[in-house]
């Protein structure tokens, strides 16, 4: 594997990209009902996005961790997650696109997370944050298969308060 004789940069390249294909592999699994190997790729995109050493593509990751625990209706632990992962987006200073979308797809994570632990108001609290990251991009976005943006925010808007 690339990964194993790579070295520095090229190394923590591999790794983003290995980290890239098991979002994808992910999210196949989860639309043909393999839960159970779709958690086993959600653990290797954490694994390889640590291994990258790229700082957002390991928040990214959390995403997708979050979600892990919002599917079995553990909302305290998904809270968690998410919450620290907006504190540290909240650090970032640099206002890179890629940062107002992976910030504005934890607040529809958030968001979607209150509405499932009956919780409307924050739930509402949440998507509005959202949508003011959405207008910052003025566009949608795929960081991270993320898909995150303007329209998806309307998509999450209509589907919320169901």
């Not at 990258?52 to 599917?71: H, K, N």
């Not at 540290?88 to 632990?117: D, M, Q, W």
């Amino acid at each position: 594997m690339a990964c194993e004789v790579l070295e520095s940069d090229q190394r923590r390249e591999a790794f983003g990209l290995l980290a890239s294909a098991y979002e994808c592999a992910m999210q196949h699994l989860y639309k043909l009902g393999h839960t159970s190997d779709a958690t086993l790729a959600t653990e290797r995109v954490l694994w390889s996005a640590q291994e990258s050493g790229d700082p957002l593509r390991i928040l990214a990751a959390q995403w997708y961790d979050a979600g892990e625990f919002l599917s079995i209706g553990e909302h305290d632990e998904a809270g968690a997650i998410i919450d620290g992962a907006l504190t540290e987006l909240g650090t970032v200073r640099e206002r890179k696109p890629e940062v107002v979308s992976l910030r504005g797809a934890f607040h529809l994570k958030a968001a979607l997370n209150s509405a499932r632990a009956a919780d409307p108001q924050t739930a509402e609290r949440h998507w509005v944050k959202a949508t003011e990251e959405a207008e910052e991009l003025g566009t949608d976005r795929n960081d991270f298969q993320l898909q995150f943006g303007p329209s998806n925010v309307a998509i999450w808007g209509v589907s919320l308060p169901v």
